[in-house]
């Protein structure tokens, strides 16, 4: 049976949910496709869903800051009817301690230009506010099997406290409610459909792959065949493979592939969460982890990839990877925030989710059309976008119909104009023929 459609979006995580709900608003025939049960089971389920505005990149920071404004306006932004249950944006705040790569001088310009609210906080500040916290300064991180992980600290450090920022409690509630609002707009959605190959039925094929394609047929291992001019690759961590399936890539100039990490979740410290609330996020470098609060006040704990830590980067097939959390981690993890919080008391048997996310190059992700007509690229989300989830949908309709009218992304990048900030973001930013990023190189962007 082959259906057709107006576009083929393969991945329904946070960013194929999103970008799916985009181009039905647009009234084209959608066809969202994943291989998981529902929407958002991939990385976007593992997701520790943060919401913050602390980049290197000032683009990065304007992004990050009008998608928080869908984030708290989701009801209306997906028009979901009153009825149904929404992932919720608690802004509990976020804390960044003071580290070399987000110097307060670049973070305090770049809130200044946006308005961002944020407060500066000494050693003493710090410690008088985040119950249970020890102010000191012990960068850089070290092997927590190392001896000099439990020097003294050199100094004591301070933070930088964005009270707008905090979490999406339940990011793959979230992709459920893009993909809602994608069907309501029109859309289809096919789960537990793995897309298993990808043609070019019609056009002319050059020596650089199907340039001249102008039609995609996607086979599935249901049986079910799609057909569409426009085909989206928003598959997250099997991303590489939805390009290989198209022989789509020959060009990029910025790649991606796929690492494997774990959070894990402890009871709060004692002091933590003030009395009826919950405590920040807490980003810290200096000791090369981050935390936020659940909810129900218990805290996750994640890597924030220091320099001294082995990378567990994904060689094989995605299938083989080991999903369930192991100690080593645990222990590294866990331990780093006990020497920044002492009362954290090492739960008798660990607990935490294992997520797998596709890195760019550089960190920052490729949002963009390919060498192949009518196939687009919403990837390398570098373990640091479901943030910006619902204003990647916005970014790749926006490419997608300047390169329908005409327009060449790749020498005219298409501005996207931001409605809270009044700035443009130039998705050129995004592009896969870019030189490198400047940024931190890490998970932070
Ligand atoms: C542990 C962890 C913590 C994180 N914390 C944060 C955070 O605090 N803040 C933040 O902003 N970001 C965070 N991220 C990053 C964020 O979660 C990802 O950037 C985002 O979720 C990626 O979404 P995606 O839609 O691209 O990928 P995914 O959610 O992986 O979606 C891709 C989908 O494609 C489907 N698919 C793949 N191949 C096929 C195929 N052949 N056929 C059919 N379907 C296919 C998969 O089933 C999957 O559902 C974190 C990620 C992880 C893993």
């Known amino acids: 049976m082959t259906k057709t459609a107006d576009a083929i979006v393969i991945g329904a ?53 009008e998608a ?12 979901a009817p009153a009825g149904e249950e929404l992932a919720e944006f608690h802004r509990n705040g976020k804390i960044m ?31 008088r506010r985040i119950g249970g916290i020890d102010a000191g300064k012990f960068y850089p991180p070290k092997p927590i099997d190392s001896d000099s992980f439990w020097d003294d600290p050199h100094g004591r450090l301070g933070a930088v406290y964005t009270p707008q920022a905090g979490f999406i409690d339940d990011p793959r509630l979230a992709c459920e409610n893009f993909a809602n609002a994608a069907r309501r707009a029109g859309a289809e959605t096919l789960y537990r459909t793995e897309v298993t190959a990808i043609t070019p039925v019609a056009g002319t094929p050059d020596s650089a792959g199907p340039a001249g394609a102008t039609t995609w047929r996607v086979d599935t291992n249901t049986g079910a065949v799609l057909e569409a001019p426009l085909l989206v690759n928003a598959a997250g961590p ?7 399936l198209a022989g789509v890539g020959a060009e990029f100039a910025i790649t991606t592939r796929p690492l494997r990490q774990e959070v894990h979740a402890v009871p709060a410290p004692a002091g933590f969460n003030p009395t009826g609330s919950i405590g920040p996020c807490v980003a810290d470098q200096d000791l090369g982890y981050y935390l936020r609060p659940e909810p129900s006040g218990s805290l996750v704990i994640g890597g924030t990839e220091p320099e001294c830590d082995q990378l567990e980067w994904v060689t094989g097939p995605l299938a083989e990877v080991n999903m369930n959390r192991t100690a080593e981690l645990f222990d590294k993890q866990v331990t780093r925030a006990g020497r920044r919080f002492p009362a954290l008391a090492i739960p008798p048997r660990p607990a935490g989710v294992v997520g797998i996310y596709d890195v760019a190059t550089d960190w920052t992700p490729i949002y963009d059309k390919t060498a192949a007509t009518g196939f687009f690229v919403a990837i390398g989300t570098s373990g640091n976008q479901f943030k910006n989830g619902p204003i ?8 997608i119909a300047a390169t329908d009218a005409g327009a060449d992304h ?34 932070a962007g």
Not at 36 to 46: D, E, K, L
Not at 68 to 77: C, E, P, V
Not at 415 to 432: I, N, P
């Open 13 to 65: 995580g946070i960013v194929g949910a999103s970008t799916a709900y985009q181009l039905a608003r647009t009234g084209r025939r959608v066809a969202l496709v994943d291989q998981g049960a529902g929407a958002g089971y991939g990385s976007s389920s593992a997701s520790s869903g943060i919401i913050r505005f602390e980049y290197t990149l000032p683009t990065s920071v304007v992004v990050a800051w």
């Open 68 to 79: 928080s404004h869908m984030w708290a306006d989701l009801r209306s932004y997906l028009q």
């Open 97 to 127: 301690l003071d580290c070399p790569a987000f110097p307060r001088a670049a973070l305090r310009a770049h809130f200044d230009a946006l308005g961002i609210e944020y407060e500066e906080w000494d050693a003493d500040e710090l410690e």
């Open 238 to 244: 099997w991303s590489p493979e939805v390009n290989a």
């Open 392 to 399: 990647i949908g916005e970014f790749m309709a926006a490419i």
């Open 410 to 443: 790749d020498t005219v990048p298409v501005q996207y104009s931001g409605r809270v900030s009044g700035r443009s973001v130039d998705l050129g930013f995004y592009s896969r023929l870019r030189a490198p990023a400047a940024n931190s190189g890490t998970v």
